[in-house]
């Protein structure tokens, strides 16, 4: 009989060595084979495990604990017995536990090398998509942290990846850069129409959000006219005596160079002939402001029909817009106007600070002094 004593540190395990006299009751428990000579015990979870000297140089041992282990499944991306494989750390991937080199994210999750370079990744945050936290949305693989939290595009409902486009006075709705690029302009309200523009006879696209309310016709025309003509007229004392004869038209001006601020009406006056043009397909509510700003023109005609400039003039009409858009209920149309960079818009600023320093009749004392000059 041979005394051998062996202390050996792999990994991080400790394991007893133990030469001990063939034991017809002991048996290795890995291979079941009676001990015979030199066999190995290692200390697992406070019991000794008696292993063979064949199956403790043969077996891999598992990576946790250092035991030999009978069963090495294959796939694994490493060896642990049984209760190492329960405790061990799991791929938030593809769920095979994690020996040796693994990656860790922001959120304490970790993943094998083989996930965390190939596994699909959530197109708004580079996350990667882990199993049942993501969905696909037209296209897209977004994982479901940023399909909560990430604007949607109100053109083509997929999740906005990168720059966002709002316009003003369409707060919350804001589209991606494909709709905004790709997709042909809205005719009423020159916001992008998405992948599914409705197209008019005349060939102009329509957003869906306009087109369930554009004019398309003379009698839907004629009806906002008359109600416009009477909030002037009860509401802004603004009274026009000359009939003035409405036609929609399929284009008055539309720079396609700048696709920013198309006309869409135009007062004409030929002696007593009061004409004014309305685009075709515009909006209700955009209806409704291009009427009152193009019947402020025929006030302004009977009214003060001498203003100096194009500021007071524009300014004047966008003014009555405003304030009947106001009227109409569509007070978050009105920050639009005060935005524009032209004498459309200065004019507008310029009306606002008219009213503030003469009060609302004193613009309209102020308008007819200015457009009336003494000859
Ligand atoms: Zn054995
Ligand atoms: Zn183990
Ligand atoms: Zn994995
Ligand atoms: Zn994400
Ligand atoms: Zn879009
Ligand atoms: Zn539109
Ligand atoms: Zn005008």
């Not at 079941?32 to 495990?49: L, P």
């Not at 970790?110 to 959530?122: G, K, L, S």
Request: with cysteine; net charge positive; charged share 20%.
């Amino acid at each position: 009989m041979r005394k051998l004593i062996l202390v050996m540190l792999i990994w991080s395990w400790v394991f007893d060595v133990a030469a001990a006299q063939a034991d017809a009751s002991k048996r290795c428990e890995m291979c079941g084979a009676e001990i015979e000579g030199v066999y190995y015990t290692f200390q697992k979870d406070g019991t000794t495990v008696i292993v063979c000297s064949e199956c403790t140089q043969s077996l891999a041992r598992c990576e946790m604990c250092g035991i030999p282990v009978r069963n090495t499944r294959s796939g694994q991306t490493g060896v642990f017995c049984h209760s190492c494989l329960l405790k061990a750390k799991k791929c938030a991937v593809c769920g095979r536990p994690l020996a040796g080199k693994y990656y860790a994210d922001n959120h304490n999750r970790v993943y094998c090398p083989e996930c965390y370079q190939n596994a699909d990744r959530c197109a708004v945050c580079n996350d990667i998509l882990r199993p049942g936290e993501w969905r696909r949305i037209n296209n897209q693989l977004v994982c479901d942290t940023c399909a909560r939290i990430q604007p949607r595009c109100h053109g083509c409902g997929a999740i906005i990846v990168g720059p966002v486009s709002s316009y003003i006075g369409y707060d919350g709705e804001s589209f991606c850069q494909q709709c905004v690029k790709n997709s042909p302009s809205c005719i009423s309200c020159l916001r992008p129409c998405g992948p599914h523009p409705v197209r008019m006879k005349n060939g102009n696209c329509l957003c869906r959000d306009c087109a369930t309310t554009a004019i398309r016709d003379a009698n839907q025309l004629e009806s906002i006219v008359t109600q416009v003509a009477r909030h002037l007229e009860t509401g802004l004392l603004m009274t026009i005596n000359h009939h003035v004869s409405f036609k929609l038209v399929d284009i008055i001006d539309y720079d396609r160079a700048s696709n920013q601020y198309r006309e869409s009406g135009r007062f004409i006056q030929v002696g007593d002939d009061f004409t004014v043009k309305i685009l075709l397909g515009l909006s209700r509510p955009l209806c409704i402001e291009t009427v009152a700003h193009e019947l402020a023109h025929a006030w302004q005609a009977e009214n003060c029909p001498h203003l100096p400039n194009d500021e007071l003039i524009e300014g004047f009409a966008q003014w009555v817009a405003a304030h009947t858009l106001s009227r109409f209920g569509y007070r978050s149309l009105i920050d639009r106007l005060g935005e524009r960079e032209d004498v459309y818009g200065r004019g507008y600023r310029r009306m606002i600070e008219m009213e503030r320093s003469l009060g609302f009749n004193g613009v309209f004392r102020e308008l007819i002094r200015l457009g009336n000059p003494p000859r």
